[in-house]
């Protein structure tokens, strides 16, 4: 096998459409699928099962699809460091980042270590904010920005860098654009749960914020005299949450730092959720520096320096 029928493979499984994979790769359809036929004689298994209306990846095919994106950037980064001989930084720097992310959180970091280390090179990948220390755990990404949990992370090194609150929004025309929300309880008032019992919302599909509103629900709904909010939609990301909120189906529950930082925040109502949710700690996690192999311990060292001197 070769990086380009590995690029190809990569573009399959990104897509999980033939003709869309090959126009990406610069092949036919069909050539494509001799090109994955090889490569499942080569490795003796198959990797992709496929009918007239679907493509997926086998459990080995998930395999060689981690194999594949690693020799990539492998290769990528080996062509880097091969072109200078000084001890300059240099090389790839795999970043996973939400969309909001990278225009409110990265930004000050990229430019102190573009300013820093000027011939190491950014690969980002953007997607939902629950797989961000994931991707550095599997190897995917060098650093993440992620929510930290209480505590930090066992196993990663965690640097805060924003603490911002968790809110419900939803449209300002819709049903629930003008609810009477009281959010601390008060002699004779009505406790938050009581506000939005049966209410429907619309939820990030795993994550911090989403265990933090299963623990709430857990403690107090457990009574008959409750009904339990309804569970409208689930997203993977805040973007499409926010684009749900905006429909007015429910009320969206997302880190007041995304409201901040989009263009879709006009026509929403915005209710707090108090202190029962906490503070939404938002940062970059990266692997500790004995976790990794001594040839990589310079770039987390400067990794962690940039984090420290950008938001210290």
């Known amino acids: 096998m070769d990086f380009h029928e590995l690029e190809a493979f990569l573009a399959l499984s990104d897509t999980l459409h033939f003709a869309r994979a090959a126009d990406k790769v610069h092949l036919s359809p069909s050539a494509l699928s001799r090109l994955i036929a ?50 300059r930084l240099r090389g790839i720097v795999r970043v996973y980042a939400s969309v909001t992310a990278c225009y409110s959180i990265l ?18 990948e953007t997607g939902d904010p629950a797989g961000a220390s994931a991707a550095v755990r599997e190897g995917r990404a060098e650093i993440a920005v992620s929510a930290i949990p209480p505590g930090g992370f066992a196993d990663l090194e965690a640097h805060s860098v924003r603490k911002t609150p968790l809110v419900l929004a939803t449209s300002s025309t819709g049903a629930y654009g003008s ?55 689930e997203t993977a990301g805040n973007e499409a949450l926010l684009a749900l909120a905006r429909l007015g189906i429910g009320l969206g529950l997302v880190p007041q730092l995304v409201l901040d930082n989009t263009p879709f925040a006009d026509g929403l109502t915005v209710y707090a959720t108090g202190p029962d949710f906490g503070d939404y700690d938002i940062g970059l996690v990266c692997r500790r520096r004995e976790d990794v192999p001594a040839r990589s311990r310079a770039l987390v060292d400067a990794l962690s320096e940039t984090i420290v001197a950008t938001y210290t």
């Open 107 to 124: 930004p000050p970091f990229v430019a102190a270590l573009s300013a820093r280390h000027p011939e190491l090179r950014l690969s980002v």
């Open 38 to 87: 090889r490569l499942e004689d080569e490795t003796g298994t198959a990797l992709v099962t496929r009918d007239p209306r679907s493509v997926a990846l086998t459990a080995d095919g998930e395999h060689f699809r981690d194999f594949a994106r690693e020799s990539l950037h492998r290769k990528e980064d080996l062509a880097l460091r091969l072109s200078s001989t000084d001890s």
């Open 179 to 233: 609810l009477d929300l009281e959010l601390a309880p008060s002699p004779g008032g009505a406790h938050l749960e009581r506000r939005i019992s049966g209410l429907p919302f619309i939820l990030p599909r795993s994550g911090l914020a989403r265990q933090r509103f299963d623990l709430w629900i857990k403690k107090n709904f457990d009574r008959e005299d409750l009904e339990r909010p309804l569970i409208a939609a």
